[in-house]
């Protein structure tokens, strides 16, 4: 069989470290000998094109594309607009963070977490904005690093999907992505 390999390309450092501390327990959901993230926010979008052109022609690997909805009204405007600026994207492979990434640091967290870090609980984290997470942060983290890190430690898959929507699409698709590989 062949190494398998997951490209998963996200906005910047908060993604990127999101997906690296999560890249064990990926890997055995999701089927994948390796979890690479990839900020792509600053590199040129030539850069970015040859990337995704270089995955497509490795065996065993395979690549998503996670994006802020950010001031987009939907996912599918979203979408949209990405196919229009990026036109190399393969819109099955896009994955829309509603609203953005710190949504689903927070999405990962149970009660006890919550309590324990003095958070007032989000049963759903699908408005959680960098507003109101930097606003839920307690004063005893100086660093919003600090505070990231700690949220990761806490964090569990089966607790933030049941807590945001897009981070059930994107464990869904992940799993998708299994199922589609290992159907002949």
């Known amino acids: ?10 906005e910047g450092s908060d993604d990127e470290r999101f997906v690296f501390a ?15 993230p990839y900020a792509y926010a600053n590199a040129p979008t030539k850069k970015v094109e040859g990337l995704i052109r270089s995955i497509r022609n490795m065996e065993g690997a395979e ?7 950010n001031d ?5 405007a979203k979408k949209r607009k990405l196919q229009d600026s990026k036109g190399f994207l393969d819109a099955s492979r896009i994955i829309v963070v509603v609203p953005e990434i ?17 958070i007032r609980p989000q049963n759903c984290t ?7 997470f930097n606003h839920l942060k307690p ?22 999907r049941q807590h945001n929507r897009s981070f059930d699409y994107f464990m869904g698709k992940l799993e998708q992505l299994r199922t589609q590989r290992e159907t002949p």
């Not at 710190?102 to 003095?118: H, P, S, T």
């Not at 919003?144 to 933030?160: C, G, P, S, W």
Request: hydrophobic letters at 45%; a neutral charge; charged letters at 25%.
């Open 22 to 36: 999560l890249s064990e327990p990926l890997k055995a959901i999701a089927g994948y000998d390796h979890i690479q």
């Open 102 to 118: 710190e949504a689903w640091y927070v999405a990962g967290l149970n009660d006890q977490a919550f309590q324990a870090l003095g």
């Open 72 to 76: 987009s009204p939907c996912i599918q």
């Open 126 to 132: 699908d408005d959680v904005t960098k507003e109101v």
């Open 139 to 160: 004063r005893r983290f100086r660093l919003r690093l600090d505070f990231t890190q700690e949220l990761l430690k806490h964090f569990q898959i089966r607790t933030a």
């Open 1 to 10: 069989m062949a190494y398998r390999r997951l490209f998963i390309l996200v």
């Open 63 to 69: 690549y998503v594309y996670c994006t802020d909805l």
